[in-house]
């Protein structure tokens, strides 16, 4: 496996790099689909060539990794801003072959909230992702960041029925972590991050209601240039970790979670 990853890496080196090429980096954030959408991009591969997909457990992302698990808080965001740019843009020589790149990785913006004793919502992930996105861009590509924005009471609930914590409402969670109450904060820093450290790349958000559903990555899968055509083609997974948000309101912050019986009942979210 590494041998052929090391060969595969030389040979990319000694191939001209393909005008105009673009990488996408799907960001995730945890609890909404990112599994699944890896999954799909997995199983069909092939069909997407000469879309080259990059996921999880893909030798090219392995220090990319390392370094996003080390700098989980601010202050190793900044310690290892350096290693992290060199890691993205050698990344990004080893591609410059290949016209589209998608990278799908929920890690690359930090740990799940709560994980490791982080509180707050992806802290460290606006510096990470200017360290990255430089990186990348470094060798001429066009980078675009994908964002799945879930609504953010189903997703604080999909959150605790992951993590256990049940018992606690999502208000009460946010307040027990320092999590916002929304989005907006974070694509701020997001997108002022990224516009200071590489003014041509940019965020895109998709709304995770709207693409969620037995084709679940199609409108990432579009964002990267797949047509039509190629996309009713596609085997799409099931859903690898499928759970009931919640049988309540989602709008209703008071409403207490569901116990697992409540938990076990058919699944209305994807995660």
């Known amino acids: ?23 996408i980096v799907h960001i995730g954030p945890h609890k909404t689909g990112s599994t699944t959408i890896q999954a799909l991009l997995r199983q069909n591969r092939h069909r997407l060539a000469p879309l080259e997909v990059i996921c999880p457990g893909d030798p090219r992302l392995d220090r990319i990794h390392r370094i996003a698990r080390a700098a989980i808080r601010p202050h190793g965001a900044a310690k290892h801003a350096d290693a992290y ?10 591609c410059r072959h290949l016209p589209v790149v998608l990278i799908s990785n929920e890690g690359l913006l930090g ?3 709560t994980q490791f004793g ?5 802290l460290a992930g606006g510096a990470n992702l200017a360290s990255l996105v430089s990186g990348l861009a470094r060798h001429g590509a066009e980078v675009e960041v994908v964002f799945y924005r879930r609504e953010m009471n189903a997703w604080t609930r999909s959150l605790i029925a992951h993590l ?6 999502p208000e009460g969670f946010r307040t027990a972590h320092r999590i916002p109450h929304h989005w907006a904060g974070l694509l701020r820093r997001l997108r002022a991050d990224l516009g200071a450290a590489a003014p041509g790349a ?3 958000v998709i709304d ?3 693409d969620a559903g037995p084709t679940l990555g199609s409108a990432l899968l579009r964002r990267a240039g797949v047509t039509e055509t190629v996309l009713a083609s596609l085997a799409w997974p099931a859903p690898r970790r499928v759970r009931s948000a919640d049988a309540t309101d989602p709008k209703d912050e008071s409403a207490p979670l569901s116990d697992s019986t409540t938990r076990a009942r058919k699944c209305s979210a994807q995660e």
């Open 118 to 122: 982080v509180t707050g919502l992806y």
């Open 1 to 23: 496996m590494r041998l052929h990853a090391l060969c595969r890496t030389i040979a990319s080196r000694l191939r001209p790099a393909a005008p105009g090429r673009r990488i």
């Open 202 to 204: 940019r965020l895109s």
């Open 111 to 113: 740990p799940m909230p």
């Open 208 to 210: 995770f209601d709207e």
């Open 164 to 169: 256990g914590a049940d018992g606690l409402t």
């Open 85 to 94: 740019c060199a890691a993205a843009a050698r990344l990004a020589r080893d």
